[in-house]
């Protein structure tokens, strides 16, 4: 189990240090999607338009900082879906029908074990990467405070990712072994902004059509946006417990359901 | 070319099929919550929503010629090309209709409807009062697209920069287009981005332009022979650069 982790853990930072640019443009993208958000409405009404507009979507009284923290923190969760969900899918995919090395991984141990590692372990290791930009503009928005909001949406995201990353599992797996889909990012593409538009992100979840609704619900994702609502917006941390109880159910229904596919998806090619 | 272009549009219908959704979800993500915020609804509607086919169209352009120069380096297909007399102009060309009149009209088409289902707007409102800008913008849109596509191929071919340094330049394409010229201390300074004339026309179906209609309907003409030729030019100019120095395979 420590080596396959060990393994695991090298792999992404080798692929860190491969392709920093694209994680650099993952930090610039999120950073002007933020002010975009908020200062393009300012520029076609006024600031003090949007922030009124946006205290009445979220139902609180805010500032022009707050409304700014609340979009720099749901980029956090954008790109926490587009990144889980894509890498672990397309990883696997490349590794089992592009690169050849699952008779490698299979010889040096079970399948399960490996896609239950892979999709714990990769989401942990890139949610921080892929969200450090925010660490920085939240000390300068809210000081000694917004270091420490940075630090709970932080352990959100991560906890999000781990389920995120899951669930992806269950999609790749028999995406890989029993069908002959060849191109897997025509999944992910569609299934990344489904996921998010259904939760909502910037606007309560109440005001999306039902169908995208239903999509985002397999997920924990609406609750993880609620979850970041009441963090940016400090207020009752009944949300937050909600949010755990919700991620703990699908967290444990993904790893049976994953595992009981990787189980399956592992006779078959040991079989040939 | 253009046969060439339904051709290969066909074998990748799926992916075509998985980008018109995508684009169509991202939409509603990321302005649907604009639109909400401004207050403004119907009027951000139509600005933003023409504004974001002309990026489209920009940012389509950049990926085909990056693909053009990327996969096709890779596979040692670009000596092929040349020795048929084509370039990367040819290889823009041949995606050009499926890219700026299906792909881009649908995916347009669909955000609207997904727009006013969100903002509750009747769906007859988001029909343009005068389409025949709109038809005007989209021929327009076919020269801006081939101008980009050629720019970023010279670009590519002529500097070390990756693919997703690409992805960071196509973020400029939002001002002018998502980011409407009124803006700027002087709208004008707006069209140093080609893509955004194709965007106040667009606008202008709506009458929500902010560059003087009469100036844009003098422009179209002149703009659409000047880009044709500009791009023609620069796709030679980025085969010339590929045949005397190379191309490695770049991410």
Known sequence: MLNVAKAIVYREFAWFKRFLSDYVVLWILPLLFSLGVVFLPASLSSPTAVVKNMGMLYGIEMDLKTAYSIALMFTGIINVVAVTISDVMQTLFAEFRFMEVGIMILEATRFAKYIIINAVLRPLIMTPLVTAYMAPLLLYLNGVEGLLEFLIVEAILMLTSVALGLYSTIFAVPLIFHTNVSRPWTITSVLTPAILAGAGTYIPIELVPQVLRLVALTTPVPETCKALYTVASKGFPQALSTFGAILTFSTVLYIAVSGLLSKRAEVKVRRG | MIYIGFQLAKMHVSSYAASIVS????????????????????????????????????????????????????????????????????????????????????????????????????????????PVYIALATLLAVPVYLLVGALIGLLMASTNIGGVWVNIIQILTTFGTVVPPKIFPSPWIALANPATIVAELFRAGYGTNTLPLPHLLIMTPLLIIVYTIASMWIGLLCEKRIARYGMEYRY
Do not use: K
């Open chain 2, 23 to 130: 684009s169509v979800l991202w939409f509603t993500l990321m302005f649907v919550p604009t639109i909400l915020f401004s207050g403004l609804r119907e009027q951000a509607l139509f600005l933003l929503a023409p504004g974001g086919y002309a990026m489209g169209i920009a940012m389509s352009a950049m990926w085909v010629a990056t693909e053009f120069l990327r996969w096709n380096v890779y596979h040692g297909l670009t000596d092929l090309f040349r020795e048929c007399g084509l370039n990367v102009f040819h290889y823009l060309l041949s995606n050009s209709i499926v890219d700026v009149i299906f792909t881009g009209f649908i995916i347009y088409s669909l955000s609207m409807v997904m727009a006013s289902a969100y903002l509750g707007i009747n769906i007859t409102t988001i029909l343009p009062a005068r």
